[in-house]
């Protein structure tokens, strides 16, 4: 009976050989960018060896597969589980990195802010603070980037300021103005925006419908005066929404080229090497 039992164990059970090869297998799977099989690999091994060693880095895995896939809400969840689990593990201060990094690299500087503040003190502690700095100018708080700025040390504390300083004289078109440039003479605005050629389709469409609801009017042909003051009224209101909107644009590629160089000076790539995922970070200071 004894022997039966222990049949029936080993059968039902995987041996450790079977578990290193679900391991291997996902992360030759992840490798090869087949990231949805081998979340199903890692998930089987945390399955049959929840206490193994090396199920932090499972779980890890499993985050950064979903990172890849872009499955960001699922991919956070997956990452907060690797520091709630596993605390004192090394991939939970990888999984807390990352999870800065993907709210940072979809565009949720919001969320990336209140993450990069949360490991700002954690190596790389630089990196992470010019980070927490630069979610701070994505939503337009240069005060707050300067305070970020502030901590670190010469020469790059004031590297950093000049930039600051430099960010903050960027040519900015008001879209306050714009608008009423464009209430008063359709086009203007978009010419204040540096958009010459949308400045003369709005001056040339709104001249025509005005135009003609005038000339309909002194002939007496009030419907089609009403038609075209109709369509005037929606072109009108069209111009100045389009002038406004001109401005926000032009601000937000001044800004976006700006940061887009101080990133080029400092960054980090993400990925995998001998099917383990890893940080990376450059500095080009």
Same mark, same amino acid.
């Given at each position: 009976?004894?022997?039966?039992?222990?049949?029936?164990?080993? /059968?039902?059970?995987? *041996? =450790?050989?079977?578990?290193?090869?679900?391991?291997?297998?996902?992360? /030759?799977?992840?490798?090869?960018?087949?990231?949805?099989?081998?979340?199903?690999?890692?998930?089987?091994?945390?399955?049959?060896?929840?206490?193994?060693?090396?199920?932090?880095? =499972?779980?890890?895995?499993? !985050?950064?597969?979903?990172?890849?896939?872009?499955?960001? $809400?699922?991919?956070?969840?997956?990452?907060?589980?690797?520091?709630?689990?596993?605390?004192? /593990?090394?991939?939970?201060?990888?999984?807390?990195? #990352?999870?800065?990094?993907?709210?940072?690299?979809? !565009?949720?500087?919001? &969320?990336?802010?209140?993450?990069?503040?949360?490991? $700002?003190?954690?190596?790389?502690?630089?990196? *992470?603070?010019? +980070?927490?700095?630069?979610? $701070? @100018?994505?939503?337009?708080?240069?005060?707050?980037?300067?305070?970020?700025?502030?901590?670190?040390?010469?020469?790059?504390?004031?590297?950093?300021?000049?930039?600051?300083? &430099?960010?903050?004289?960027?040519?900015?078109?008001?879209? $306050?103005?714009? !608008?009423?440039?464009?209430?008063?003479?359709?086009?203007?605005?978009? @010419?204040?925006?540096?958009?010459?050629?949308?400045?003369? %389709?709005?001056?040339? #469409?709104?001249?025509?419908?005005?135009?003609?609801? %005038?000339? /309909?009017?002194?002939?007496?042909?009030? =419907?089609?005066?009403? %038609?075209?003051?109709?369509?005037?009224?929606?072109?009108?209101?069209?111009?100045?929404? *389009?002038?406004?909107?001109?401005?926000? +644009?032009?601000?937000?590629?001044?800004?976006?080229?700006?940061?887009?160089?101080?990133?080029?000076?400092?960054?980090?790539?993400?990925?995998?090497?001998?099917?383990?995922?890893?940080?990376?970070?450059?500095?080009?200071?």
């Amino acid at each position: 009976m004894p022997i039966f039992v222990l049949f029936i164990l080993l /059968s039902v059970t995987p *041996n =450790a050989c079977a578990t290193n090869g679900f391991l291997s297998f996902a992360d /030759s799977l992840a490798a090869e960018k087949d990231y949805y099989r081998a979340i199903t690999e890692y998930k089987r091994f945390l399955h049959y060896t929840p206490e193994d060693s090396r199920a932090a880095y =499972a779980q890890l895995a499993i !985050g950064q597969c979903l990172l890849a896939g872009e499955r960001w $809400q699922q991919a956070d969840s997956a990452l907060e589980k690797v520091w709630t689990v596993y605390p004192e /593990s090394d991939e939970a201060k990888t999984a807390r990195q #990352l999870y800065a990094d993907a709210a940072y690299n979809r !565009g949720d500087f919001a &969320a990336a802010e209140v993450r990069y503040r949360a490991i $700002q003190d954690t190596a790389p502690a630089d990196a *992470n603070r010019y +980070k927490l700095g630069l979610s $701070q @100018l994505q939503q337009d708080k240069p005060d707050q980037a300067h305070s970020t700025f502030s901590q670190f040390q010469a020469p790059l504390k004031q590297q950093l300021s000049l930039s600051l300083d &430099a960010y903050q004289q960027l040519e900015n078109k008001s879209p $306050q103005l714009a !608008g009423t440039l464009s209430a008063l003479l359709p086009g203007a605005g978009q @010419l204040y925006t540096e958009r010459p050629l949308q400045a003369g %389709i709005a001056f040339a #469409l709104n001249t025509a419908f005005i135009y003609g609801a %005038i000339e /309909s009017w002194e002939n007496e042909n009030y =419907a089609t005066a009403g %038609i075209l003051s109709l369509f005037e009224i929606g072109w009108y209101g069209g111009n100045i929404y *389009n002038a406004m909107n001109n401005a926000h +644009k032009f601000n937000r590629r001044q800004q976006d080229h700006f940061l887009n160089q101080l990133q080029h000076r400092f960054g980090f790539s993400l990925g995998w090497q001998q099917g383990r995922p890893q940080l990376q970070a450059q500095f080009n200071f």
